[in-house]
């Protein structure tokens, strides 16, 4: 079945800085690829996702990236504001399979 | 509209005992799924429900764990003699639409805590 590993476990980043967050899959026949922010104490909620297709999408300060070849894709959040502190979760799905395969996380905090 | 909502929100029970968690998707979504999510841990799938489909229990730790889902209503998944490790929080997603790549809308979880 699907491996997701997601690096790192931790970040810290200065407010306004760059964080980046990446996950690798095991699965070649993965093809959409979501991110969840997870406040404390919170449910899940679906920031960004992407789709084999295409190799990056944006949407205002959150970016992510996609390497099929490599079985690689980042979160990238620029100008990073306290309201970012959260754990961020990757997840890869497979054609005709809508289970989601998680990685374990990354805890952000932005350091104000 | 509503979310997807779960009950109860805390549960505490003790050890053999047996405890039964509710999920309420969103009116219409066809998909439902259950996680588990060790304290400071990640989502770990547990079953799927998609129509009228079997259900994909691969995610099921043991035969303690069962759930069923009444057509695309509600769910209820039970965990029989609980253990310590049983103690987690337990998230229902339900989607609204067949097919890979829907957004999974999450419930705000039962706090299983196994005495």
């Known amino acids: 079945g699907e491996n997701v590993e997601q690096h790192p476990s931790t970040l810290s980043v200065q407010e306004g800085d760059s964080a980046v967050i990446k996950c690798t899959y095991s699965?070649?026949?993965?093809?959409?690829f979501p991110w969840y922010k997870q406040e404390l104490g919170k449910r899940p909620q679906l920031i960004i996702d992407i789709r084999s297709n295409v190799g990056e999408k944006k949407d205002q300060r959150i970016a992510v990236t996609l390497n099929k070849t490599a079985k690689h894709f980042s979160l990238h959040i620029t100008e990073t504001q306290p309201e970012d502190s959260a754990v961020y979760f990757c997840a890869a799905s497979s054609r005709g399979n809508e289970k989601l395969t998680f990685g374990t996380g990354t805890r952000l905090t932005i350091i104000p | 509209g509503a979310g997807v909502s779960q009950s109860p929100s805390n549960k505490v029970t003790e050890k053999g005992k047996d405890v039964e968690l509710r999920c309420d998707p969103i009116s219409g979504h066809t998909a439902l799924y259950w996680y588990r999510q060790r304290l400071g841990q990640g989502l770990e799938f547990l079953i799927y429900f998609q129509g009228n489909s079997a259900p994909d229990k691969s995610g099921l730790p043991s035969d303690r764990f069962s759930a069923e889902r009444t057509g695309e209503s509600v769910s209820t998944l039970t965990i029989q003699r609980t253990q310590q490790e049983d103690s987690a929080v337990y998230l229902c997603?339900?989607?609204?639409?067949?097919?890979?790549?829907?957004?999974?809308?999450f419930g705000p979880g039962t706090r299983l805590t196994v005495l």
């Open positions: 997603a339900s989607s609204g639409l067949a097919g890979v790549g829907n957004e999974q809308f």
């Open positions: 699965d070649s026949a993965s093809n959409y």
